[in-house]
């Protein structure tokens, strides 16, 4: 006993729903609790996948019975039919008819209890095999081992050697259950993927920065009709702040404005399915989410030769006004009617704006291509957050994901990108209307109008942007502002009368199920410090204050404990920073730091 306490002293027990995990003191192998909600997430939409997949294989069952019945009593009237027809016998002929025809009946009977098996039950449906991608302590994959039910064996890969090291340990640190489970392997991923095509049920990519180098090694590994789960925390690129590297990395070009973070799904989404394409496969989103400090897709991986002729349907370039908020997107194709009534796919015809924005007289900024079809499946939106509300206890961040899928369930799927209402009350520089009041109008003017998970302020509407500016104008009339500089965007916008006259009587559905529920939509932070975390290995430094906090920094600086500190376990205090911080080795300057990946969401 004396030889395990002394074996464990260099290391912390870290405890996360049901798993365990023994994590080395010095921040040798990466570990952020705060993907905590990144991990609940995955393990609830898998639990959904688990139960959806039964369910297809159930009906694929029943579809082949059903067509084999058929068939067979075809067969069967088409025989009584030849019989009928027949004319009259004498009686030696039908003695002897109907012995033949008994012997027959023998011998079918026979041949259908022999090939029954065969049509009646299809192939057994096998438990859905998983890889992790990038494991590091492996706490994903003894998760999806000890917590989903149904799982086959799950795969955890890492190419790293500390934690492969840190895997096997912690495997065998939850016992039975987990080495009967998981299996750890010290491979790059991308060759394991490329040499297993097709192998792998549900395939998840967590990496430290951008998923962009395991994209076309990902799609060629899940299985049709799989489950590929994705992260990327590189938001500073997808967002907009570099947009070279962006296009270098994804094959887009971001615009900046508000909705860049759902813009970073879109443009996630728009790559994956450039590098299924190449392989004559498709991808189906079912759920997509912005939390915390990173993006996150979940999409099913199906092969067609046919239906990727549909991607150009899905693939839009979006205009952004550089002088207002307003934004417009342009398909890249259309479907054209033939003769046959078949359909031909075509260029689309455009642009879809003028040079000069027909509002506020600005120029546009182009970017894209994005994903503009749906980003969420509301059936898997639903099923999921039924399966959470029906385990509360198996979730260590319950109240964070149904937060989230609440408000997700809620969003209008089919209407891409969102405005602020914030921001166009300050575009005329007008105190803004209150979001009752806004919603109210748009829906008294016959339009569709939803929130959306990414923005607390942000607003999906199906009503045109004439139609959104109308609204402002009647609502200045009604609240005077100062007058403004004549070449500013909001002044040339309220010199335009408005065609609508907007009412603002409140609507029955200005407010949310969940708003009219009082659920909470948007949480805060559950400590300060509430985000992307060291990389492993690196020297905590003054320069990961912004990220840490100050008692981290003092932890790194006596010598104490940097995993925990560094990692965020404990809520930051409010004390000031510590004497003798700029006596820290800095690290040397063209080591490049990973601090812009994304900063955490401002939520209130």
């Not at 639990?47 to 058929?70: I, M, Q, W």
């Not at 417009?328 to 194709?333: D, E, G, P, R, V």
């Not at 054209?336 to 260029?347: L, T």
């Amino acid at each position: 006993m004396a030889e395990v306490v002394d074996k464990l002293k260099d290391y912390d027990i870290k405890k996360e729903g049901e798993a365990e995990i023994l994590l080395h003191k010095k921040n040798s192998v990466f570990f952020n609790p705060v993907q905590v909600h990144n991990r609940d997430m995955s393990i609830a939409v898998l639990r959904t996948f688990v139960a959806k997949r039964k369910e297809e294989h159930e009906a694929l069952v029943d579809k082949r019975n059903t067509s084999h019945k058929k068939n067979k009593q075809s067969e069967t009237s088409s025989q009584n039919g030849e019989d009928a027809s027949t004319g009259q016998q004498d009686e030696m002929d039908v003695v002897c008819e109907k012995e033949l025809n008994k012997a027959e009946d023998q011998i079918d009977d026979l041949s259908k209890e022999a090939t029954e098996p065969s049509w009646k039950v299809t192939r057994e449906l096998k438990p859905p095999l998983v890889l992790e991608a990038l494991a590091a302590t492996g706490l994903r994959s003894l998760r999806y081992a000890r917590e989903v039910e149904g799982l086959g064996k799950v795969v955890a890969l890492d190419n790293d050697k500390a934690s492969i090291e840190d895997c096997k340990r912690n495997i065998k640190f939850n016992g039975a259950s987990a080495t009967s489970k998981v299996e750890a392997y010290l491979v790059d991923a991308r060759i394991h993927m490329l040499t297993h095509p097709k192998e792998f049920d549900v395939v998840d990519l967590d990496p430290y920065g951008s998923p962009s180098i395991f994209l076309d090694s990902a799609v060629q590994a899940v299985a049709d009709g799989g489950l590929l789960m994705c992260t990327a925390t590189d938001l500073a690129v997808l967002c907009g702040t570099n947009g070279e590297v962006c296009y270098a990395k994804y094959g887009s070009f971001p615009t900046k404005g508000k909705y860049c973070h759902e813009m970073a799904l879109r443009i996630l989404l728009a790559s994956i399915e450039s590098h299924a394409n190449r392989y004559k496969r498709y991808i189906v989103p079912v759920l997509s989410v912005f939390m915390d400090f990173y993006i996150r897709v979940f999409v099913r991986v199906f092969t067609s030769a046919s239906e990727i002729k549909n991607t150009p349907l899905k693939l839009s370039y979006i205009y952004q006004c550089v002088g207002c908020d307003s934004f417009h997107l342009q398909c890249l194709a259309r479907t054209v009617q033939k003769k046959n009534n078949g359909v031909k796919h075509a260029p689309a015809i455009g642009p879809v704006v003028p040079q000069e924005c027909s509002d506020c007289g600005k120029k546009f900024n182009v970017g894209g291509p994005i994903w503009s079809a749906p980003i969420h499946d509301q059936d898997w939106v639903l099923s999921t957050l039924t399966g959470v509300k029906s385990m509360k206890d198996r979730y260590p961040a319950y109240d964070k994901i149904t937060s989230v899928l609440n408000t997700m369930s809620e969003e209008l799927h089919d209407v891409p990108l969102f405005f602020s209402l914030h921001n166009i009350a300050g575009t005329v520089k007008c105190t803004s209307p209150s979001l009752v009041m806004f919603r109210s109008a748009v829906l008294n003017a016959g339009y569709r109008i939803s929130s959306t998970h990414v923005n607390p302020l942000g607003i999906k509407s199906d009503a045109p942007w004439d139609v959104i500016w109308d609204i402002m104008r009647c609502w200045v009339k009604n609240h005077p502002i100062k007058e403004q500089p004549r070449d500013s965007p909001g002044t040339v916008i309220l010199s335009k009368s408005p065609k609508l006259e907007a009412n603002f009587s409140r609507a029955v559905a200005a407010l949310s199920k969940a708003q009219t529920n009082k659920i909470k939509r948007f949480l805060p932070n559950p400590e300060r410090h509430w985000g992307p975390k060291v990389r492993a290995g690196r020297k905590i430094t003054s320069k990961h204050v912004s990220l840490l906090g100050p008692d981290a920094i003092k932890g790194a600086v006596n010598g104490g404990d940097c995993q925990k500190e560094g990692n965020g376990a404990e809520p930051d205090s409010t004390a000031s920073e510590p004497e003798g911080i700029k006596d820290v080795e800095d690290e040397p300057s063209n080591k490049r730091q990973k601090t812009s990946d994304g900063e955490p969401a401002s939520e209130p």
